[in-house]
């Protein structure tokens, strides 16, 4: 089946730094999407993609759907405590496919 | 716009036991998903229902797990009977349509001792 990798599992960094994260698959996907998830809660979305090539902001966070749609990054700016959380990528190969999960990764933001 | 709507948010039931969840989609959402979130994991999709029509249901153990939609609205998951490794997150979701985002509910924590 499909995997997406996530990597590192916990990354930690200063307030007011920038984090980029990216997620790799084994497929060829047509939508990428990014969720944060806090504890206790449902994952919210961030930003949605569906075009290679893509790049979308939303406010301090923007993101990339990959040329060779195996791949995504999400950038963070000017990190604030309140980035703390898990970040899932989570992508599909086709409008009838599921969305697939990676195993998300913990940012901690250090004041 | 009110977002996706569960219940219970907590339950702790004992094993052989039969529990329930309910889910309220995003008004105007056709699509419906029950996801299982194991602590550290992704989740992992359980069901979908385009409308009252299941879609994709290749990842729910029958044989104890069941989910309707019966209105093509709100949905229920029932677990019968619930195991130790049943316990997790169920997470409910919806989106406009098949291939949109998706967006999720706050999630029933079940514990089964």
């Known amino acids: 089946g499909q995997q997406l990798n996530q990597s590192p599992q916990s990354m930690f960094i200063q307030e007011g730094e920038d984090v980029s994260m990216n997620c790799t698959s084994s497929?060829?996907?047509?939508?990428w999407l990014w969720y944060k998830q806090d504890p206790g809660e449902g994952p919210v979305l961030l930003i949605a993609?569906?075009?290679?090539?893509e790049l979308t902001s939303n406010g301090r966070l923007t993101a990339q759907f990959g040329i060779t749609r195996k791949d995504s990054f999400l950038n963070i700016s000017a990190s604030i405590p309140s980035d703390v959380g898990i970040y899932f990528c989570?992508?599909?190969?086709?409008?009838?496919?599921?969305?697939?999960f990676g195993k998300g990764i913990t940012l901690s933001v250090r004041p | 716009e009110a977002g996706v709507a569960q219940s219970p948010r907590y339950k702790i039931i004992e094993k052989r036991q039969s529990v329930a969840f309910w889910c309220n989609p995003i008004?105007?959402?056709?699509?419906l998903y029950w996801y299982q979130q194991i602590l550290g994991q992704g989740p992992k999709l359980l069901i979908q229902?385009?409308?009252?029509?299941?879609?994709?249901d290749s990842q729910l153990p029958k044989d104890r797990f069941s989910a309707e939609r019966l209105k093509g609205v709100d949905s229920t998951l029932k677990i019968q009977p619930a195991k130790l490794e049943d316990s997790a997150v169920y997470l409910c979701?919806?989106?406009?349509?098949?291939?949109?985002?998706?967006?999720f509910g706050p999630g029933t924590r079940l514990t089964v001792t």
């Open positions: 008004s105007g959402h056709a699509t």
């Open positions: 979701a919806s989106s406009l349509d098949l291939g949109v985002a998706q967006y």
């Open positions: 497929s060829i996907f047509n939508t």
């Open positions: 993609l569906y075009k290679a090539g």
């Open positions: 989570a992508g599909r190969t086709g409008a009838n496919s599921k969305l697939t």
């Open positions: 229902f385009q409308n009252n029509g299941v879609v994709d």
